[in-house]
């Protein structure tokens, strides 16, 4: 095509952009003002040709999330069950709580802890303090070695996790009991951290059998979780102290599972109506 000296040419094409923005035909054919283009008739056997076609804007619907993501509330302290309005004793089998398991080795805390938790009509999760210090495997710090820095950084990073994993557990509507070997007096390993990883609303009860039941269920253990029968007797009688602590004890010697399992129900219904100082 022949252009006029000095006449304007049009702007390059860019392909998938069309003309230059602000340029217009007009631009090159002064004084014409040209409509729009004669749309030519169909052929014979297609139909008419339509507006054509402009940038679609339309929204679509988000594609389904197909990871299975599902937003979880965050943990934060247990706060205290909230005792019934009426004056009928609550109960714990339908009251989402968490309960610490207090005693020493060979009491049945963990069977107990296991069945209690597997026969709730709430969801219920077992945290065994035990469990979770020996996911360490590589560099385990065993406290039957000798209680040293490393055993006590291990202890301490593993109630946290425990407290961690139960707050995250009440926050999404499961209870939770945990159960650990806490010692009366001892600061550092006592009651305190527990109150603080997990919150004030723990419901701590103690399981203490007598010495000659523990050394008896002590003697059916394997593996690390077995301990000489004077480390038996040393904790058991450090135990002993939670005796006028104010803390709910219950005397399993004579006790099965599934019985100790109850007298732990009403242990907690108790507790959930009036709450322990502790």
């Known amino acids: 095509m022949q252009h006029a000296v000095g006449s304007p040419l049009p702007p390059p094409h860019q392909p998938g952009h069309g003309p ?3 340029w217009s035909p007009a631009a090159h054919h002064p004084g014409q003002h040209p409509g729009p283009a004669p749309v030519p008739p169909p052929a014979p056997g297609f139909p008419a040709p339509g507006p054509p076609a402009g940038p679609q804007h339309a929204s679509m619907p988000p594609p389904p999330d197909t990871t299975g993501h ?3 509330p965050p943990g934060g302290p247990v706060a205290m069950p909230s005792p019934p309005q009426a004056p009928a004793v609550p109960d714990p089998a339908g009251t989402s709580i968490a309960v610490l398991l207090i005693g020493p080795a060979g009491a049945g805390k963990t069977s107990v802890a296991k069945h209690w938790a597997d026969h709730r009509r709430v969801p219920t ?3 065994s303090l035990d469990d979770v210090r020996e996911w360490v495997r590589s560099g385990f710090a065993d406290p039957q070695s000798g209680w040293n820095d490393n055993s006590e950084a291990q202890y301490r990073l593993a109630r946290r996790t425990c407290g961690f994993a139960a707050r995250n557990f009440l ?3 499961i209870s939770c009991i945990l159960d650990d070997a806490v010692f009366p007096d001892r600061p550092v390993v006592g009651l305190g951290g527990w109150k603080r990883h997990v919150g004030p609303g723990l419901l701590p009860v103690v399981l203490l059998p007598g010495l000659d039941i523990v050394l008896e269920r002590n ?4 593996g690390n979780r077995r301990l000489g029968d004077e480390e038996v007797a040393r904790i058991h009688g450090r135990m002993a102290g939670w005796y006028g ?3 709910p004890i219950i005397d ?6 599934p019985e100790t399992a109850r007298v732990l129900d009403d242990v907690l219904a108790r507790a959930i109506a009036s709450p322990p100082q502790w």
Do not use: K, P, W
Request: glycine share 12%; proline share 0%.
């Open 252 to 257: 399993n010697s004579q006790l099965d599972i």
């Open 20 to 22: 230059a923005a602000g």
């Open 70 to 72: 599902v937003a979880l």
């Open 219 to 222: 003697a059916e253990r394997t």
């Open 245 to 247: 602590s104010g803390l």
């Open 171 to 173: 926050a999404n509507g």
């Open 125 to 127: 999760a077992h945290i």
